[in-house]
């Protein structure tokens, strides 16, 4: 009887935490269909951006290329522009270079060389080329020779960084290092709000001559010392254990660190002010942080998302977050090359913290 | 019921100066007049909805003395307290700390005061000198005089063998002195003490007491709001009774009862609920009349003229005992407020000797 006491008794508790009800059924749904959507109806190859630099104009790269439409979204462009597709915006994995006269050897049954310059970090998007190539390859075969040896070479060539490839290692240790440290951060950010009013210390704190924005700053800027700590321990684990690299700039590595953790920071102050207990705390928390790891590619890149969530991916701190450290780790960038992702996570820090402040208040009326 | 002050004898009766033994750190860090207004309260107002939970409240807290906030739950203490500590603005009305306005000036009000919430506000995670340390450096107190400040109080408090020990294992009373010693970190003009000895031990409230009349004795100004009848009476200069938000009286606990127009109270115990009244009423002399189940109280000028008449009622039915005291604290409480003992009211009701 006294165990269906406490039962009823807790009962009656979660029931009346209205918004951690509906939070317990509609968050878990929204992850769902999420991650449904990501894994089922993504874009697939087909989203992959493929710069073609055609100097040939013959018979054969058009086959190619053609080829390649079935599967990429092929883009003829010239060598600059498919070089900052590739280096520069990283909106490309790899372009590929058709000499002069490649049409004239082929069907001479002479081999050639074409040119693939790649962004390794972008691995996973890398290997799809790949392997797109390859049945690209079998179709233009019929042109020529079908029996005939190998005409086409392909001369891979890394223009990002030294290294040609990566393992998903070098996609994963970060990816979930980051969807790690924004999880502490959510739920490290609402309980910490929240034991002020537990241990009734936010009492003290609301009739101390003591501004609000400092009260959040502190608490906020004693998180984010602990998350970027956190981060970059993380990643420094997988550098000993797993060979993960670094990037060739320590003071990027902190900087980006320190940016995507903020930009964490401020957007879990955001959530803690709309959060008012744990019950609320624990299922909005998980959901929020599912939620921006998988769409901000940090558990699979973000070609495999449909192209609507693609977009909206650009505007999540996970995503700038994760391209700041591939940028640095993959791409061997400096603080310069990473200067826009630094600002774009900065400005994110500082806008959240700005409507976290507007949002949060404990439970006096009177502000400083 | 007409404002008075005076250093009551009644508040003085209990103090035991050498209980301080050699805690003799000067707490006030200004000047201060005894008998000075410091806190004037006018007309303090605050409306939820439909509900005025303060309303019209009026008073004064000198300097060098204890005002006494009395009012059961949901009298409006709470609210009031908060109301003055610049947690919660008023519907209308003022106070004035020192001159500034709480409405006004909350920035200079909230350098003035100190709050002792009435729920321990510490963080149990840390020490009692991190606690204060911390409060501390919140009002701007930084370096070689927060570290002395710091030693200051945990010696007033007692604590000074345990300053390094977290908070979440001091027994309750430790962490009641201590909730105390962060409310004075930063020298307060006025000290707003909220039920300060809530749920602790007689040792331990004793403790507390005695530091509040330390406190006191310094030239500070306290409000102290409290349910116990016998702590208010051995602790405070002066009493402002609360009762449903609005200030039925206030003054120093003799000049409240002298004003009274009865100075006895006769209370007949066990006396059958059907029994008609109307010839006790009748004897004359009976200022007042309380009726609760089986307790009858008789509140009069002079319970000797009256022994005679209830003996005769009393030999009619022997269950009937009978007690007579002075009025004390917890009558004039009760008369006041019009109320019976009922949640939240904390007073003894064994306080009449037996007859």
Redesign the interface.
């Known amino acids: 009887m006294k165990t269906l006491a406490v039962m009823l008794k807790d009962l009656r508790l979660i029931g009346r935490d209205h918004f951690g009800l509906i939070a317990l059924v509609v968050v878990p749904i929204v992850v769902i269909m999420v991650i449904a959507s990501a894994t089922q109806s993504g874009g697939g190859s087909k989203s992959i951006v493929f710069p073609v630099v055609n100097e040939d104009q013959g018979p054969v790269a058009t086959a190619l290329i053609q080829a390649f439409r079935k599967h990429l979204d092929v883009r003829e462009v010239s060598r600059t522009t498919a070089h900052q597709l590739v280096a520069d915006s990283n909106a490309a994995p790899a372009a590929l270079v058709l000499p002069p006269e490649l049409s004239k050897r082929y069907l001479a049954q002479k081999p050639s060389t074409v040119e693939l310059l790649t962004d390794p970090a972008q691995w996973q998007e890398l290997q799809a080329i790949k392997v797109v190539m390859l049945l690209a390859d079998r179709e233009t075969a019929s042109l020529g020779d079908p029996l005939g040896q190998e005409l086409l070479t392909v001369r891979e060539q890394s223009i990002t960084g030294d290294a040609l490839s990566f393992s998903s290692l070098e996609q994963n240790i970060p990816g979930f290092s980051l969807m790690f440290v924004l999880l502490t951060l959510i739920f490290s950010v609402t309980l910490a709000l929240r034991e002020e009013e537990v241990?009734?210390?936010s009492?003290?704190?609301?009739?101390?001559?003591?501004a609000p924005a400092s009260l959040l700053g502190g608490k906020l800027l004693a998180r984010l010392i602990v998350g970027t700590a956190q981060l970059l321990l993380l990643l420094l684990f997988g550098h000993l254990v797993y060979g993960l690299r670094l990037g060739h700039s320590s003071v990027a590595i902190i900087a980006v660190a320190t940016a995507a953790v903020a930009s964490m920071t401020g957007f879990a102050a955001v959530v803690a002010a709309f959060v008012r207990t744990r019950e609320q705390a624990i299922p909005v928390g998980l959901a929020v942080s599912f939620v921006l790891a998988s769409l901000g590619g940090l558990f699979w890149p973000l070609y495999s998302l449909p192209r609507t969530v693609q977009t909206i991916a650009q505007g999540l701190m996970t995503t700038w977050s994760m391209s700041a450290i591939q940028d640095v780790m993959l791409r061997g960038r400096t603080l310069t090359g990473v200067s826009t992702e630094v600002l774009v996570l900065v400005s994110y820090a500082l806008i959240s913290f700005l409507i976290a402040l507007r949002l949060f208040r404990y439970n006096?009326?009177?502000r400083? | 019921m007409s404002t008075m002050f005076a250093q009551s004898s009644l508040a003085r009766r209990n103090l035991r100066p050498d209980s301080y033994g050699d805690r003799s750190l000067t707490l006030v860090g200004t000047t201060r007049e005894p008998g000075k207004v410091a806190l004037n309260v006018d007309a303090l107002s605050k409306r939820y909805g439909d509900i005025d939970a303060v309303s019209g409240v009026s008073f004064d807290v000198r300097h060098g003395e204890i005002l006494g906030l009395l009012g059961l739950n949901g009298a409006g203490k709470t609210t009031l307290i908060?109301m003055l500590?610049?947690?919660?603005?008023p519907s209308s009305g003022d106070a004035l700390l020192l001159g500034h306005s709480i409405r006004a000036e909350?920035?200079a009000v909230?350098?003035m005061?100190g709050?002792a919430?009435q729920?321990?506000?510490?963080?149990?995670m840390l020490t009692a000198a991190e606690n204060l340390r911390f409060?501390g450096r919140?009002?701007?107190i930084h370096g070689a005089e927060l570290a002395s400040r710091v030693a200051q109080l945990l010696d007033f408090v007692g604590l000074q063998d345990r300053g390094n020990d977290r908070v979440a294992t001091y027994s309750g009373g430790m962490k009641r002195r201590l909730n105390l010693a962060?409310a004075l970190v930063h020298r307060p003009k006025l000290i707003l003490l909220d039920e300060p000895t809530a749920g602790v031990d007689p040792q331990s409230r004793e403790d507390i007491l005695n530091l509040v009349r330390r406190l006191r004795d310094e030239g500070n100004a306290i409000l102290y709001t409290t349910h116990y009848m016998e702590e208010a009476e051995g602790l405070c200069d002066r009493l402002c009774f609360l009762n449903q938000g609005k200030v039925v009286a206030v003054g120093t606990q003799d000049a409240l009862l002298r004003n009274l127009e009865f100075s006895e109270v006769i209370e007949l115990k066990g006396l059958s609920p059907r029994v008609d009244l109307a010839p006790i009423r009748a004897l004359g002399g009976i200022c007042h009349v309380e009726r609760h189940d089986g307790l009858v109280r008789l509140f009069v000028r002079r319970a000797a003229d009256l022994l005679g008449p209830l003996q005769r009622i009393m030999n009619r039915d022997k269950s009937v005992r009978l007690g007579i005291a002075p009025i004390s604290l917890e009558n004039l409480f009760l008369h006041l407020t019009g109320e019976e003992a009922r949640e939240g009211y904390e007073g003894s009701p064994e306080s009449l000797r037996s007859g």
């Not at chain 1, 009492?203 to 003591?210: E, V, W, Y």
């Not at chain 2, 500590?85 to 603005?89: D, L, M, N, V």
């Open positions: 241990w009734n210390t009492t003290r704190l609301s009739i101390a001559p003591l006096g009326e009177a400083a | 908060s500590a610049t947690e919660r603005i909350r920035r909230r350098r005061i709050v919430p729920d321990l506000a510490l963080y149990p409060f919140i009002y701007d962060v």
